[in-house]
């Protein structure tokens, strides 16, 4: 089964600039902690970090789709990144996202299959 993996923290950019080499080493050691254990129950599909929301662009809703600037929701937290994960079921997907680095927020949330 596949699961979006979002991680998200308030002021998370800030955080990260002024985060010290110990921090940001054990928030690397986090992710790698992460990725090896997907990967013993299964398979990470594709992930990445996202930019900063500012740059996010949302079309919304309506007949002439008006482009507003930032993120799809107005919240303090910031979307980071996120993973597409294939794990075998739900509770190994949230066991898994536990291992991410504990200054985030996780959703893990299944995908539905759909054929484009």
Known sequence: MRFL????EADHFAKWE????ELR???IADFQA???A???????????ALDRPESAR???????????DGPFAETVEQLGGFYLIDVPDHATAVEVAALLPRE??????PTL???L
């Not at 949302?58 to 507003?68: F, S």
């Not at 985030?104 to 949330?109: A, K, L, W």
Request: proline fraction near 4%; glycine fraction near 6%.
């Open 104 to 109: 985030y927020s996780v959703e893990v949330r």
């Open 113 to 115: 299959e759909v054929e």
């Open 34 to 36: 992460f990725d090896a």
């Open 38 to 48: 997907v990967r013993a129950r299964g398979a990470i599909v594709t992930g990445d």
């Open 5 to 8: 993996v979002l991680m998200a």
């Open 18 to 21: 002024a985060a010290d080499a």
């Open 25 to 27: 080493d054990r928030v």
């Open 58 to 68: 949302t079309v919304r809703p309506g007949a002439d789709r008006p482009v507003t």
